[in-house]
């Protein structure tokens, strides 16, 4: 997967010198690779991995950090940087009320119900009067569609007059507007399966008719390939000021999100994130990269580890779980560590791979943070043998333990349990250490 190859140029470039041209072209291999299975579009993908190389070699070697995690931090800054990090991702109202949002994407990218999500936040959380129209005349029932979200959002629809074209019920929209002293109206438009010059021509009249402040491009997050022609061809006729992207709730990785920053030179403003009414957020640049990235929150693994984790200790930890030598000694540093850098559940949810450990040591234990400090209590109450060798844990002992540590007999066997298992793990996998271990749980 993804993130074995991403872990696997961290090892590979792990304690060398300097940031040398061949070590960064083959680390930016992978990394283009992982953006084309993001889905990233290919003319994006290449236009990125162009600025990256550029940032990267050369780059001054920080000594605290390794190559190959300054790479990655690299890709991952530019990444931030290239899906808009420092945009103004507001909408616009700075015009004589009624502002006017009109709608605009492919049959189906979600923009009618976006529109309801985006009136109903303003509505709530800016105190803007809002009022809704659907100019969808094409698709049975758009209109309608429309009307009961605005029931269940609580905004107002423009009442639906059969037989209207889009330009007159846009014009009627803006109008019932002024008269009703709404601040913003919001012009859903129809779409197609496909761009096509009727379509396009019709977006085009109702934008010079209604002369939006805002044109927002819905663009669905599993759009692939296809992103790039799609919002070149919708900039083409209309001045897109922001992107909406639906469906980041389903397992899309993301890439629409770059191509469609890249190709339109606009922000993203909102992301849908479900299909109830509240199922929208704004945007987060960090996260977003993350998510293409496919590995978490590496980068702030990486500077956490940098300084938290004792490299030498980790090293000899290494070893020892390769060979399946395992104690309650190393598990207790196990849990020293992870509480440092922030519990069992950071650690594991930043890792690549680590979602499916995090599960089993779950089952496993149920080894929460919270208990954490009681695991470390339990074994820092047994003798120096039995953390050698926690096969003499026998009732008794465990008695004794549990006394003297304030837990019960039954969180000392969880933890026994527990240990159990991850050194039964680490035999398992044998010497492939981390790599091996997180290609293991990628399966
Ligand atoms: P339109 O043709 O562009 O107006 O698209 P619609 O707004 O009618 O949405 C099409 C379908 O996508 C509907 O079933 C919506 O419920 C669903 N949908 C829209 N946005 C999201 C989203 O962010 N997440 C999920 N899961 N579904 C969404
Ligand atoms: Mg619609």
Known sequence: SLSDRLGAIFEGLRGRGALEEKDVNEALREVRIALLEADVALPVAKEFIGKVKERAIGAEVLRSVTPGQQVVKIVHDALVEMLGGSDKTDLDFATTPPAVIMMVGLQGSGKTTSTAKIALRLQKREKKKVLMASLDTRRPAAQEQLAILGEQAEVKTLPIIAGQNPRDIAKRALEAGRLGGFDVVMLDT??????????????????????????????????????????????????????????????????????????????????????????????????????????????????????????????????????????????????????????????????????????????????????????????????????????????????????????????????????????????????????????????
């Open 190 to 443: 129809a779409g197609r399966l496909s761009i096509d010059e009727q379509l396009m021509a019709e977006i085009a009249d109702i934008h010079a008719a209604s002369d939006p402040i805002e044109t927002l491009l819905v663009v669905d997050a599993l759009t692939g390939q296809d992103a790039v022609s799609t919002a070149e061809k919708f900039k083409a006729r209309v001045p897109v000021s922001g992107v909406v992207m639906t469906r980041i709730d389903g397992d899309a990785r993301g890439g629409a999100a770059l191509s469609m920053r890249a190709v339109t030179g606009a922000p993203i403003k909102f992301v849908g994130v479900g299909e109830k009414i509240d199922a929208l957020d704004t945007f987060e640049p960090e996260r977003m990269a993350g998510r293409i990235l496919g590995m978490g929150d590496i980068v702030s693994l990486v500077e956490k580890a940098s300084l938290e984790i004792d490299e030498a200790k980790a090293k000899k930890a290494a070893k020892k779980m390769a060979k399946g030598e395992f104690d309650m000694d190393d598990l207790a540093d196990q849990f020293r560590q992870m509480r440092k850098m922030g519990g069992m559940g950071a650690i594991l949810g930043m890792m690549p791979g680590m979602g499916k450990m995090k599960k089993m040591v779950d089952q496993a234990g149920g080894l929460d943070d919270k208990e954490i400090l009681h695991q470390e209590a339990i074994i820092s109450s047994m003798t120096k043998a039995e953390r050698k060798k926690p096969a003499l844990l026998n009732a008794s002992r465990k008695k004794r333990i549990a006394k003297g540590s304030g837990t019960s007999v039954q969180q000392v066997n969880k933890l026994i349990k527990a240990h159990r298992q991850m050194s039964d793990m680490m035999k398992k996998l044998g010497k492939g250490g981390m790599k091996g271990m997180a290609k293991q749980l990628a399966g």
